[in-house]
């Protein structure tokens, strides 16, 4: 089976921009979530989708929100880019209680 | 913070030493898993330990874990400049009726020829 993919791989954004982001699961996982990861915070918990409803949310304003579609590919969208929201975004499909990790979007913004 | 912690932050060893790293965490758990990452990219699922479990081997990976101390700790044997990598801990809490996956703030470790 093919891994998970994200698109794009990298990105430059502007301060006020939005971006979307885009992450397919592994064919029949139907969990789906997100990461954003920064040198001084870490690993942090965006949110879960599972069968296209979001199951679970982090910590993060309401600038960032995401969504899943009927064949599990799940986007994200940051609205209003602030600088720091430059990271690595990580999405991850899951199965059996074991996250498969894409390789992540590199965001940044100027 | 439900976040584990893991220690330390930095390990830098030679070729072929072991390496060990720590975790601890905060709450009960279900399993405790191991992550490994690659300067700037995605995860890779190394090994999974259930609570009932103490030791769970995997290759050159030894994974122990003590639930009376709520922590876990990593050893790799024999290590390979292939090793080099963040190593992170991460934990499954029952959070509002849902499960959340709570990393720690990783281990660097840098293994030199």
């Known amino acids: 089976k093919a891994g998970v993919t994200q698109t794009p791989r990298y990105l430059i954004k502007t301060r006020g921009q939005q971006v979307t982001l885009s992450c397919s699961p592994i064919?029949?996982?139907?969990?789906v979530s997100w990461y954003q990861q920064t040198p001084g915070q870490g690993l942090q918990f965006l949110f879960e989708?599972?069968?296209?409803?979001?199951?679970n949310k982090g910590n993060f304003p309401g600038r960032f929100s995401g969504r899943q579609f009927s064949n599990s590919r799940s986007e994200m969208n940051v609205s209003t880019l602030e600088l720091g929201d430059s990271a690595l975004y990580l999405c991850?499909?899951?199965?059996?209680?074991?996250?498969?990790f894409g390789p992540g979007t590199r965001l940044t913004v100027l | 913070s439900q976040q584990g912690e893991e220690d330390p932050q930095a390990l830098s060893i030679q070729e072929g030493e072991n390496a060990t790293m720590n975790c601890s965490y905060k709450?009960?758990?279900?399993?405790l898993q191991w992550y490994r990452q690659n300067s700037g990219r995605g995860l890779v699922h190394l090994i999974l330990?259930?609570?009932?479990?103490r030791e769970k081997h995997s290759g050159r990976l030894r994974v122990t874990l003590d639930t009376s101390k709520k922590s876990s700790s990593l050893l790799i044997t024999a290590s390979r400049a292939a090793d080099t990598a963040s190593y992170f801990c991460?934990?499954?809490?029952?959070?509002?009726?849902?499960?959340?996956?709570?990393f720690g703030q990783g281990t660097r470790l840098t293994i030199n020829p």
């Open positions: 991850a499909s899951s199965f059996g209680g074991r996250q498969y």
């Open positions: 064919s029949g996982h139907r969990s």
């Open positions: 989708y599972f069968s296209e409803t979001q199951r």
């Open positions: 709450t009960s758990i279900n399993n």
């Open positions: 330990i259930r609570s009932n479990e």
């Open positions: 991460a934990t499954i809490y029952l959070i509002q009726g849902a499960q959340k996956l709570v």
